[in-house]
């Protein structure tokens, strides 16, 4: 049995820091070892300790760099790898000037394919092991999405969007068609390697009740998928919402209404809640994702982190490619650092990377396979270079532990700082 070993200064969250100073949520190695085998990890600690066991393992040497667990984003749409950095709008104009007709696009099988290579590259470039994707409508851009993620072996979430209205026509589906083709892409792709699928009825704008019908049916049918969608992102969404669906008592009432809601479903945005909407993510165990550049770019407002988290709501957080500006979960930290600023929160640096690989695993319900080091974990690290610029190398002069350096990550790095990236312990940057 081949074994790999990767020698190197290892960071891993057990549990969620407690503080800016909880040194026993983490496990941290100076000079440490991940020993890895068929894209498992076999084994994580102190190099002098393990170097003797595994006496025949080949040594990948990193040092000086951190080694980490692979970084995870919670949400962003494939199709929208052109669409990145479009000028001027906000959510719903930016969707039909901008998103819908790139979107129409990946009709064409060639063009998924290519898109995919390459959206996935960027993934492995920015040091991003596992992701929840929304695909395009066609069913063939979920096919190119998870036929590249499993070239790659690499652990992803990804789904169809369901949207029978008020787009274009190139990008409407119908109930019917949206149900069997969700059900043959769940049947051919859900649980098979590492894939795993998202039924993605897009935004309640974009689906009749009859097609959140039969995403209940979806739901009903098969409960171990997840579920994702945007919730009250924007004001002109809301309010367009609630005349689209007048019975329903808020915006996230229509979810509820189609019994969408529950511990699997992932709500992209959720800034600008209702106390009864709090109350119901609460109750249903539902889940906001934070997008902080694209909150920014698109201008949708401030996300309230502390606030949810104080009624007992876990949040993910996310780069939502294309209204997000960045593939890198670093800068999506930097940003929403300063989102928190604004609101008088604090987003301290062992949180941050807690977020982005342990937390956001454990709420995609993934912690066992992904989003630490532990033993017998599927092999995902991502190797981070906390000089890899020039500003970076000087500023980390002056670093004086571990909360220091990476603080310099959280707000200086991005694609730069990643010097490697292993899916299933395979090194995936050449
Ligand atoms: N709401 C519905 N679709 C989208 C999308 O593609 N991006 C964002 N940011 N919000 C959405
Ligand atoms: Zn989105």
């Not at 049916?217 to 005349?243: G, M, W, Y």
Request: hydrophobic share 40%.
């Amino acid at each position: 049995m081949t074994q790999t070993m990767l020698r190197g200064r290892i960071l891993t969250f057990r549990t969620e820091p407690s503080g800016p100073g909880d040194e026993s949520a983490y496990f941290y190695e100076e000079d440490g070892a991940i020993i890895m085998e068929e894209g498992r990890i076999l084994a994580c600690g102190a190099y002098p300790d393990l170097a003797p066991l595994y006496a025949n393992a080949s040594i990948i040497d990193h040092r000086p760099h951190l080694l980490m667990p692979g970084f995870v984003d919670a949400h962003l749409h494939f199709p929208q790898v052109q669409v990145i950095a479009s000028w001027g709008a906000q959510l719903l104009d930016w969707l039909h000037d901008y998103t819908f007709p790139q979107e129409a696009l990946y009709a064409s099988k060639d063009h998924a394919q290519a898109m995919a290579k390459a959206f996935f590259d960027e993934l492995i470039n920015h040091g991003t092991t596992t992701a929840a994707a929304y695909c395009s409508v066609h069913k063939e851009s979920a096919d190119a999405f998870f036929a590249e993620a499993s070239r790659r072996n690499m652990r992803m979430i990804g789904g169809k969007v369901m949207m029978d209205r008020n787009a274009i026509e190139d990008v409407h589906d119908t109930p019917l068609s949206s149900y069997e083709d969700s059900k043959a892409l769940i049947k051919a792709w859900h649980g098979k390697g590492r894939n795993l699928y998202a039924i993605t009825p897009r935004f309640a704008i974009t689906s009749s009740p009859e097609q959140l019908g039969m995403a209940q049916s979806l739901v009903r049918e098969h409960p171990d998928c997840f579920v994702q969608t945007h919730l009250s992102e924007n004001k002109d969404e809301i309010a367009l919402t609630k005349q689209l669906y007048p019975k329903s008592k808020d915006y996230l009432g229509v979810y509820e209404d189609y019994g969408l809601l529950g511990p699997k479903m992932l709500l992209g945005h959720c800034i600008h809640l209702e106390p009864r909407e709090i109350e119901v993510l609460a109750e249903t165990g539902s889940k906001p994702v934070f997008c902080p550049t694209s909150n920014l770019f698109l201008g949708s407002g401030l996300f309230d982190d502390a606030g949810l988290r104080a009624r007992g709501i876990t949040n993910l957080i996310a780069t939502d490619i294309g209204g997000g500006t960045s593939y890198s979960m670093l800068q999506t930290l930097n940003e929403g650092y300063k989102i928190l600023q604004l609101q008088g929160q604090k987003l301290d640096p062992l949180r941050a990377f807690y977020w982005i690989t342990h937390g956001n695993a454990k709420a995609l319900g993934l912690e066992s396979m992904i989003g630490t080091l532990e033993a017998g974990t599927e092999a995902d690290i991502v190797v981070l270079d906390s000089r890899a610029t020039s500003a970076m190398a000087l500023r980390m002069e002056r670093a004086e532990n571990l909360a220091h350096e990476l603080f310099i990550l959280q707000i200086m790095g991005d694609d730069r700082a990643v010097n490697q990236t292993y899916a299933a312990g395979v090194a995936q940057k050449h």
